[in-house]
């Protein structure tokens, strides 16, 4: 029965950008269906790392199984490979130990290869494929939406906020950056750039 387990994982910060860290569903509910009693995690370029102690008193342990203590997502860079791997990370550095009956004990690790390849280049916002981001290309994202026979051939140049989906909060997105002091679109944005997986066919205005 463990008490509590602490880890870093490592990964290259010039082909992934860790957006999100947690606890995950199990060690987020360890604590008789709540969160442990302690925890610190911490998020650096690299990587991250969280240190847990289910129970301050000992009332509760996490039995012998497979778990989901952690959880990650990644924003991809730039096409290459990394490594998620367990690392040291903080001062002083995290242990990637596992507390059994009050003693740490090490535990086998297994690292992951992340492969990134390349992607559709476009430039974010660039819904009418001009080469930048004026008020037609907020019209053009209407149209996508409300106009039989407007699709975008690179969605991804619509989805103006980054969320994985192109609907009103795009085009509100472009009128807001251009008349509200509101956010810029998210990468790749002024310049062209690539997006691993983006759903793009011919016609952008990039190199």
């Known amino acids: 029965m463990s008490q509590g387990w602490s880890f870093s994982v490592c990964h290259d910060p010039s082909v992934l950008a860790l957006t999100s860290a ?3 569903a199990d060690g987020a509910t360890v604590n008789d269906g709540g969160p ?4 610190t995690l911490e998020i650096f370029p690299e990587g991250w790392s969280v240190g847990v102690v289910i129970s301050m008193v000992g009332a509760t342990s ?7 203590i952690g959880a990650t997502t990644y924003d991809a860079l730039a096409p290459g490979s990394t490594t998620l791997c367990p690392c040291p990370l903080g001062q002083p550095a995290t242990a990637t130990v596992i507390v059994y009956s009050g003693q740490s004990v090490a535990p086998i690790l297994d690292c992951q290869t992340v492969v990134v390849e390349d992607g559709p280049v476009f430039i974010r916002g660039d819904s009418n ?4 981001i004026d008020l037609a290309d907020g019209i053009r994202i209407l149209a996508s939406l409300f106009t039989t026979g407007m699709s975008l051939p690179c969605h991804d140049s619509g989805d103006v906020n980054g969320d994985a989906v192109v609907n009103i909060a795009d085009a509100v997105a472009v009128l807001m950056f251009l008349f509200s002091d509101g956010a810029p679109p998210v990468a790749p944005f002024p310049e062209c750039g690539a997006v691993p997986g983006a759903d793009c066919s011919a016609g952008v205005a990039c190199p």
């Open 36 to 39: 442990p009693d302690f925890f």
């Open 62 to 68: 996490l039995p012998t199984g497979t778990f989901e």
């Open 129 to 132: 494929f001009d080469g930048g």
């Open 22 to 24: 947690s606890l995950g």
